[in-house]
């Protein structure tokens, strides 16, 4: 079993940054492709960044591109995002989790498990 604890979320005004970090434990997670996800009131949980086991392979969604980045130190069984030139459209709940299945595509959630609780990001305008 595998417990992801998501750190790093808050208030921040547009334009600005926040790291958030991703910390898994009971087993590692290095062998396993992770990605981070977010959900907004009301809407339905989005793919926002993958990356594959080893970290040499990191993909984005098409709105977060140029400014978002993935990264992962599997010593530590961590994966980061760090998200610069925030905008008021990237307040959420934000989540990592690890890839289980292959039988869709990287983007769908429901490829995922060992969902973290999530930590809230807010962007004001």
């Known amino acids: 079993q595998v417990q992801l604890v998501e750190s790093g979320g808050g208030f921040v005004q547009a334009g600005g940054s926040l790291r958030l970090s991703c910390a898994a434990s009971g087993r590692t997670v290095s062998s396993y492709t992770m990605g981070w996800f977010r959900q907004a009131p009301g809407k339905e949980r989005e793919f926002v960044a993958a990356?594959?086991?080893?970290?040499?392979?990191?993909y984005y969604a098409d709105s977060v591109k140029g400014r978002f980045t993935i990264s992962r130190d599997n010593a530590k069984n961590t994966v980061n995002l760090q998200m610069n030139s925030l905008k008021p459209e990237n307040t959420a709940v934000y989540s990592c989790?690890?890839?289980?299945?292959?039988?869709?595509?990287?983007?769908?959630?429901?490829?995922?498990?060992?969902w973290g609780q999530g930590t809230q990001v807010t962007v004001s305008s």
């Open positions: 990356i594959s086991w080893g970290g040499g392979s990191t």
């Open positions: 989790a690890v890839r289980l299945t292959y039988y869709s595509s990287r983007y769908s959630p429901g490829e995922y498990g060992y």
